[in-house]
């Protein structure tokens, strides 16, 4: 099994990226994707999630209006569109599987060790 973030980068606040994941290895379309983040010197939390079925979205207060999730399930991939972005944002992402298609309606359960599968992860820095 293998989930690889990609796109990470150096962005001036207020730009934008587009972040995005490939898998193999396991029956992609039955997975629910969870995008994490982990600034420096703070715990890692999920930023966005797409559900495995009616592709229903979560994302966190912080980034809501500015991110968003989406995915194809032909390509196995899943994506974060990440709008103007601010320092704050700067963070090491990474992407997560997980087979309850009804997580991302139960942010408690949205942890990392608490996916069913987990990769490597891009470094975003939002910087001027």
């Known amino acids: 099994v293998q989930l690889q973030a990609s796109g990470g980068g150096l962005v001036q606040p207020g730009g934008s990226l587009r972040l995005s994941c490939a898998a193999s290895?396991?029956?992609?379309?039955?997975?629910?994707k969870v995008w994490f983040r982990q600034a420096p010197g703070k715990e890692r939390e999920a930023v966005s999630c797409?559900?495995?079925?009616?592709?229903?979205?979560y994302y966190a207060d912080s980034v809501k209006g500015r991110f968003t999730i989406s995915r194809d399930n032909a390509k196995k991939a899943v994506y974060l569109r990440m709008n103007n972005l601010k320092p704050e944002d700067t963070a090491v992402y990474s992407c997560?599987?997980?087979?309850?298609?009804?997580?991302?309606?139960?942010?408690?359960?949205?942890?990392?060790?608490?996916?069913?599968?987990w990769g490597k992860g891009t470094l975003v820095t939002v910087s001027s």
């Open positions: 997560a599987a997980h087979l309850d298609p009804n997580i991302c309606e139960e942010r408690a359960r949205l942890t990392y060790f608490g996916m069913d599968y």
């Open positions: 290895g396991f029956t992609w379309d039955g997975y629910s």
């Open positions: 797409i559900s495995s079925g009616d592709a229903s979205t």
